[in-house]
Each structure stands twice: as structure tokens, then as C-alpha cells.
């Protein structure tokens, strides 16, 4: 802590390790599920004064805004990432009829309405849909995960900001979870039945993703130096009502291998991070398990999913994991609610995970271009009346 009171980097670092300080941390944008979309950012600047300041696409796929410095210093927003797009040239963008497409790196298409401005880009083919033998995964040109230009970059760019400023760093995989990109590179129908019919095939996929990931971080944290407190990773096991895929084939498939990957992350990491999950939907059966195989931290905590009530999380894992989002639920309230149910949400979600630390406060997910301005703001500021501790 300095003489002038807690820095954003201190704060953060305290909530993870379950001590309470000065104030809740405030996440915004340093993930992509914390993010705030260009158009709901574009129509709340002028509540903020801040009118004239130019608004830009910091990613592409889901239109989230970047945010300057005078945003996030106005905002109180403790964290901050080191982007993965450092080094990377930006996605080609072409229009066909009625839609703009990119193809990521990983090969997967995607496409959005080209005149809605609210939308986000959604994937339309999977590149392995034909797959039918796991020898052919040899063959197909995955991604250069490591590229020399783009972990030198990223490394640049964590000691500057590390230097620049005093935010809470955080750094994200090479791609999506094993299970959600295996989703995509096959195509969801196909993949689960891989799982059920074809668990040779869904192996040799899974280990090749886990691979991809290990040869990233194996390149990454040694040129990190220290410089960052949080390690992201994440996948989407869950949806509204439950879980994609059951508990017992999340323990077969995927927990091994998360295992593995957080024991190489803070192997390799060479200073203390912390293991970041994110997971939407209705978890609760294998939260345990996640904190098990290495996770500290789980993200967005989605309030309106079955049996995720943010008190009874708290007090049956809170001791052992640290909650980051979960501030208020972006499916209702944030964007049908008035300003005061947003209020009072913010406040019950702050009452429900703030005691003892273990919070970072975020929505639930990335706030959507319908939230209307006037409930951004009463979300801050309720966020800045009962966040204190």
C-alpha cells in the first residue's frame, strides 16, 4: 500500500488472496466476457462528459469497444490486459450481400449483419466438420501460437503497461477452452457426439488444443518477467438450465487436462499468478472440481443460471475461490431494469461476495449495445456507494 492509500494493482492482489481492501475492484474490459460493447460505450460517454472522445474496436468478433486510459482512470477500472492481438495484424473484414465475414486464425468462419449496429459476429462453418480420422489433425495448419512477433510483442507490452501504470495485468490464452474451441473446429452436434461415440477422436482433439496452449504459455510467461498478476483461461461448460456435457464426462475429458495445464502455468510462470476461469451458465456441479485442478479465480458467476446464487457460492466455495463478475445480471436488470433495480442489484450482488475479499466486481457478461446509458450509470454508481469495504 502507498502513503496516498491503495493502488488498483494492490487492491486486486488483496481480493484475490481474501483480504478486504479499501474498496471492491472494478473490472472493465479486461476480458473478452467484461467488455462493454461499442454502441452502449458510444451512447454513455456524454453522461460522463467525455462526448468527444473517439470510440474504437478493441475485438472484432464480439464488437467490444477498447477503452482509452481516460475512460478506465475516470471509471476507477483496477485491471488491465496485455492484448493478444500485439503483433497480430487485424482480421480481414469482406462483405457479402447483407453480412461482413472474417475467418480467425484457427480457421473458423464468422458473420454479422452488416447494418445492425447492436450485433456481434457469430461462427457459421467449423473447419473440421468432415473430420473422420484423428490422423488427419496431423495435416491441418493449426495456428502459430508462439509466433516469435507476437510473445515479443505481448512481453513489450506488459512492461509497458507494468511501467505506465499501476492496474492489475492480466494475460489470456492462445484461443478458447478445449471444450468450446473442439465445439467450434468440429461443430457442436459433431463434437458432442464424439464424445459419446467416437472418444478416440475426441481425445486426439482435445490433446491437440491442450498442446497449443502449452507450447503458448511455454513461450510467453518466461518473457512476462513477473509482470502479470492473472493468468486467464476459460470454457463454456454450462448453458441456462445446466450443464452442456455431464459432470462425469467434464471429469474424463477436460479435468484431467486442466490439471496438467494450471500445474504448467504456475510452473512456468516463475513469480505468483493467479489461475483466472471463466465459465458461463449453470456450473455449480463441478465448481469444486475447478478449484481442485488449480482455479482461483471464476468468472462471470452467472446469476440468473440454475442453483448460481451468488450467497450460497460464497459461502460454500468463497474460502477457496475468488468471484470476478457476478456484479449484476446483464440477461434482465441491467438492460430492461430501471436505474433503481440496477442500483439495488448492485448492491446485493456487492453484500452477497465482497465480505473477507475474494471480489472483483464485473457484470455478468460483456455489457450488450441495448443496456441504456441510464443504468450504466446508476451501475456505477452504486458501485461506488456500497463498494467500500
Known amino acids: 500500500m502507498t502513503e496516498a492509500g491503495w493502488t488498483p494493482r494492490e487492491r486486486v492482489w488483496a481480493a484475490l488472496e481474501h483480504r478486504e481492501p479499501d474498496r471492491v475492484p472494478y473490472d472493465l474490459g479486461t476480458t473478452g466476457t467484461t467488455g462493454i460493447h461499442v454502441e452502449a460505450l458510444r451512447r454513455v460517454l456524454p453522461y460522463l462528459g467525455l462526448e468527444d472522445m473517439p470510440v474504437r474496436i478493441g475485438n472484432v468478433q464480439s464488437q467490444l469497444a477498447g477503452l482509452d486510459e481516460e475512460l478506465r482512470q475516470r471509471l476507477g477500472v483496477d485491471t488491465q490486459a496485455v492484448p493478444r492481438s500485439a503483433g497480430d ?54 495456428p502459430d501460437v508462439a509466433s516469435p512477433r507476437r510473445i515479443d510483442a505481448m512481453a513489450a507490452e506488459a512492461k509497458r503497461l507494468n511501467e505506465d501504470t499501476d492496474r492489475a495485468l492480466a494475460v489470456g490464452s492462445c484461443g478458447l477452452g478445449m471444450f468450446q474451441m473442439s465445439c467450434l473446429m468440429r461443430g457442436y452436434e459433431s463434437f458432442l457426439l464424439d464424445l459419446a461415440l467416437n472418444p478416440s477422436l475426441a481425445e486426439a482433439l482435445v490433446e491437440r488444443i491442450l498442446e497449443l496452449k502449452i507450447t503458448y504459455w511455454n513461450a510467453l510467461l518466461p518473457k512476462l518477467d513477473g509482470q502479470v498478476l492473472v493468468v ?158
Not at 102 to 131: E, F
Request: glycine content about 10%; hydrophobic content about 35%; proline content about 7%.
Open 89 to 142: 495484424s487485424t482480421p480481414e473484414v469482406w462483405r457479402e450481400g447483407d453480412y461482413l465475414h472474417i475467418r480467425d486464425k484457427w480457421g473458423i468462419l464468422w458473420t454479422m449483419p452488416a447494418d445492425s449496429k447492436g450485433s456481434q459476429y457469430a461462427p457459421v462453418s467449423s473447419p473440421l466438420a468432415g473430420l473422420t480420422d484423428e490422423s488427419e489433425l496431423e495435416s491441418y495448419p493449426w
Open 232 to 389: 486467464r483461461e476459460g470454457d463454456d461448460y454450462g448453458y441456462q438450465t445446466g450443464m452442456q456435457i455431464s459432470p462425469a464426462m467434464f471429469r474424463r475429458y477436460f479435468k484431467p487436462r486442466l490439471r496438467r495445464l494450471f500445474d504448467f502455468v504456475k510452473r512456468k510462470a516463475g513469480s505468483r499468478v493467479h489461475i483466472y476461469f471463466h465459465s458461463c451458465g449453470a456450473i455449480r456441479p463441478i465448481i469444486g472440481d475447478l478449484i481442485e485442478v488449480g482455479v482461483e479465480a471464476l468468472n462471470p458467476i452467472q446469476v440468473s443460471a440454475v442453483d448460481m446464487d451468488t450467497r450460497e457460492l460464497k459461502a460454500e466455495f468463497g474460502a477457496d475461490l475468488a468471484f470476478w463478475g457476478g456484479g449484476v445480471d446483464t440477461q434482465r436488470v441491467l438492460p430492461t431494469g430501471t436505474p433503481q433495480e440496477v442500483k439495488e442489484e448492485v448492491r446485493r450482488r456487492i453484500e452477497d461476495l465482497a465480505p473477507g475479499g475474494g471480489f472483483v466486481f464485473a457484470a455478468v457478461q460483456n455489457i450488450q449495445s441495448d443496456v441504456p446509458p441510464e443504468n450504466l450509470m446508476a451501475m456505477w454508481e452504486a458501485l461506488d456507494e456500497h463498494g467500500r469495504y
